[in-house]
Structure formats: C-alpha cells, structure tokens
C-alpha cells in the first residue's frame, strides 16, 4: 500500500485546511487509517484514527472539536478537514494505515511521506 498526503499549507491562526491521503495499490477500506503529525524536535504523536466503518473514530484531546477525521472508501482516500488552528498545530502530518483502531504509531505498518501545515500567529 502506498499512501500519499497532500493538502498542507501556510495558514493563519484561526483558519482551516483540509489534508487528504490517497492510497494506491491495494484498496484501503478495511483498515484503520489515522493521522499523527511531527513538529520540528519532537515525536512524531496520535492526531486521529478512524476505523472503516468510521464509526469510533479517535481524536487526540488538543484536536478533538477542532479536527474532523472522514473516509470515502470507493475513493480510497481519507481526509483531516483541520479549523481553528492554531501555532501550536504546525508539524508534518503523516497518514497511515493498520489493522488496529489504535492511537500507536508502531501499530501502523504503512505511512505516507507527510505534507508540511504551517500556522501563523
């Protein structure tokens, strides 16, 4: 499976974007695909997971309200639709895809390459 991530930007604080990943070479739908992100010096840490079905999706409590993880299945891509963001959201956000609802990223067996989102104060 290959995943690829597109959709980052320079925002301003209190704006939206929408990240999409598109997968490629085996269909997706019945994994688990989730974002983390990486912000410069640290870990790379959980933004969400959301499961085929897209029912008990998970959210890390600093996006939770703001982010709103979604699927489409026939497409074979997921999306993160990201308002009210803040500084403090600026990292590389990663798409991935597993088997388990989880928020591990050693759970996760593929990963795209990350697309830069970048918040202004």
């Known amino acids: 499976v290959q995943l690829q991530a597109s959709g980052g930007g320079l925002v301003q604080a209190g704006g939206s974007l929408r990240l999409s990943c598109a997968a490629s070479g085996r269909t997706v739908s019945s994994y688990v695909m989730s974002w983390f992100r990486q912000a410069p010096g640290k870990e790379r840490v959980f933004v969400a997971a959301?499961?085929?079905?897209?029912?008990?999706?998970l959210y890390a409590d600093y996006v939770k309200g703001r982010f709103t993880a979604s699927r489409d299945n026939a497409k074979n891509t997921v999306y993160l639709q990201m308002n009210s963001l803040k500084p403090e959201d600026t990292a590389v956000y990663y798409c991935?895809?597993?088997?388990?609802?989880?928020?591990?990223?050693?759970?996760?067996?593929?990963w795209g390459q990350g697309t830069q989102v970048t918040v202004s104060s």
């Open positions: 959301i499961p085929w079905t897209a029912s008990n999706t």
């Open positions: 991935a895809g597993g088997t388990y609802n989880s928020i591990r990223a050693n759970d996760y067996a593929y």
